[in-house]
């Protein structure tokens, strides 16, 4: 099973309120990602963990929180929504330990479309 | 820090016909993978190809991609689409010691008949 799986697919908001994303994937991959995705822009990466360990990007580090329970499930966590994070936001895991063929191949879920008004 | 350009950001080609997705890059480190995936739609973006061998061919579902260090290029192309083969589809690099996979804009597909 390749599976990661995202809720919900749909989520609207208002401004100035709390967003929380969930991600699950039952590969037991080290690494799980989440991804900024906005019309004609790259996916951008906002944070990532790697086992336990949470790294987010400089550039959207206080704008993005994120917890990791256990190894399969991930959260995103928006404070305080704005205009702005109206965006695809994308979950992704991979095996990350290991060189290898596999290695940092990602598997995408198939992405929370976050509307805030 | 490492980038990704895929210049189309829409092709269009007729059912039958090859096309070539362009994808250029630029890194620091010589220990990286690079990724062509596709996304159809309202489904995750999935691997179609993978490779970290200069001048290696891969192929995968028809496509295939060779990377030339020399040109810091990992085209992606298909001698005849399909209708099936319209979606987004995303170049992308991984340095083999970093965590942060950088993907391209994108570039869609549009097959018709």
Redesign the interface.
């Known amino acids: 099973d390749t599976t990661?799986k995202q809720n919900p697919r749909y989520k609207l908001a208002r401004v100035g309120k709390p967003v929380n994303l969930i991600c699950s994937q039952t590969m037991n991959h080290d690494?799980m990602?989440w991804?900024q995705k906005k019309p004609?822009?790259?996916?951008k990466?906002l944070l990532?963990y790697?086992d336990k360990i949470l790294?987010r990007e400089a550039d959207t580090f206080e704008k993005f929180q994120s917890s990791r329970p256990n190894n399969s499930f991930c959260s995103l966590y928006i404070g305080s929504a704005g205009l702005e994070y109206s965006a695809m936001y994308?979950c992704a895991s991979?095996r990350?330990r290991d060189?290898g063929?596999?290695?940092?191949?990602?598997?995408?879920?198939?992405?929370t479309r976050l509307s805030v008004l | 820090g490492d980038s990704v350009t895929q210049t189309e950001g829409l092709v269009t080609v007729t059912e039958g016909l090859p096309v070539m997705l362009n994808c250029t890059y630029q890194t620091a480190y010589s220990d990286v993978a690079f990724f062509w995936y596709v996304q159809y739609l309202n489904e995750a973006p999935k691997l179609l190809l993978r490779s970290s061998t200069d001048n290696k061919r891969t192929e995968h579902q028809g496509f295939h991609a060779t990377l030339h260090k020399s040109s810091s290029s990992f085209h992606l192309q298909k001698s005849s689409v399909q209708l099936s083969d319209s979606a987004l589809y995303y170049c992308a690099l991984s340095e083999g010691g970093n965590y942060k996979p950088t993907f391209g804009k994108g570039t869609s597909l549009v097959v018709h008949p």
Request: aromatic share 26%; net charge neutral.
């Open positions: 990661v690494t990602y991804y004609n822009q790259a996916p990466l990532f790697y790294n994308l991979s990350s060189w063929p596999s290695q940092n191949t990602l598997y995408f879920g198939a992405g």
